[in-house]
């Protein structure tokens, strides 16, 4: 299995499902997308949820089937972290991600800085590029610089899309940091629609890679149904941002 070091030499293609939603699904899902050219598997377990009635995922037992998926097929996985009481479930994740909800959340980032796991730190929807920066600080002075930022979309007074993809944060990122950086066209749109485009803006923008959320029915995803695309999407995306990526690098 390739390191996420040597992976990000290159690029970082992160594919999977919103949530883990039973262990054939992710193993489904993760062939998949591993034979499409994904080089990471996403899937939620512990899910961030606006409303306490809503999925909250299956927590720890999800983590459990991400972690055998990743055995079974050789592929890196990430997934989130919400709680540093467990952190100990993450041993065998590669890079655990922040959401958007906890960017701020000053104590799990000083937590995950004393590890030596990498840290995929998603931006907050309310706050501005510095405000972003100055976390992934929190992580890194605790000795931690395995950090990867992702652009997932801010609040607007946009409303046509869930939220408004921040494609400048790219660059601004790339000019005041060093850190790699990956765009969420999925979360930043909202909408199955517009994934493809926005994907293709931020890899033209020089974003390091993706993450995307794939469903084989996208209706009957659990969470996040309306952003969710299908393997024969993603296989589209992913021949053409390595287009997108050839002509930028030339
Ligand atoms: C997710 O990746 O499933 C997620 C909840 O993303 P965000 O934190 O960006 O909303
Ligand atoms: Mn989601």
């Not at 794939?214 to 992913?238: C, F, G, M, V, Y």
Request: hydrophobic content about 35%; proline content about 3%; overall charge negative.
């Amino acid at each position: 299995m390739d390191s996420i070091e040597k992976i990000l030499e290159d690029k970082l293609y992160i594919a999977g499902p919103c949530s883990i939603e039973s262990k054939e699904q992710i193993l489904d899902i993760g062939k998949k997308v591993k034979a499409l050219g994904a080089n990471v598997l996403r899937g939620g377990a512990f899910k961030p949820r606006t409303s306490p009635d809503s999925f909250q995922g299956l927590g720890k037992e999800g983590i459990d089937y991400l972690v055998e998926v990743k055995k079974e097929l050789d592929l890196p996985i990430v997934t989130e972290i919400v709680d540093i009481n467990h952190l100990s479930y993450y041993e065998d994740v590669d890079i655990i991600q922040v959401g958007a909800r906890n960017m701020q959340n000053f104590e799990l980032l000083k937590a995950l800085g004393k590890t030596d796991k990498w840290i995929l730190l998603k931006r907050s929807f309310g706050c501005t590029v510095n405000e972003w920066l100055s976390a992934a600080e929190y992580i890194k002075a605790g000795g931690n610089d395995k950090i990867i930022l992702c652009e997932r979309g801010i609040r607007t007074f946009e409303d046509s899309t869930r939220f408004t993809f921040d494609v400048n944060a790219i660059a601004v990122v790339k000019d005041k940091s060093a850190y790699k950086i990956i765009v969420d066209p999925s979360h930043a749109t909202g909408n199955s629609k517009y994934v493809e485009s926005a994907t293709y803006a931020g890899i033209a923008s020089g974003a390091d890679g993706f993450i995307i959320e794939i469903h084989d029915n996208p209706k009957e995803s659990i969470t996040d149904p309306d952003q969710a695309i299908t393997p024969d999407t993603l296989e589209k995306i992913i021949k053409n941002s390595n287009k997108i990526k050839d002509i930028i690098e030339e």
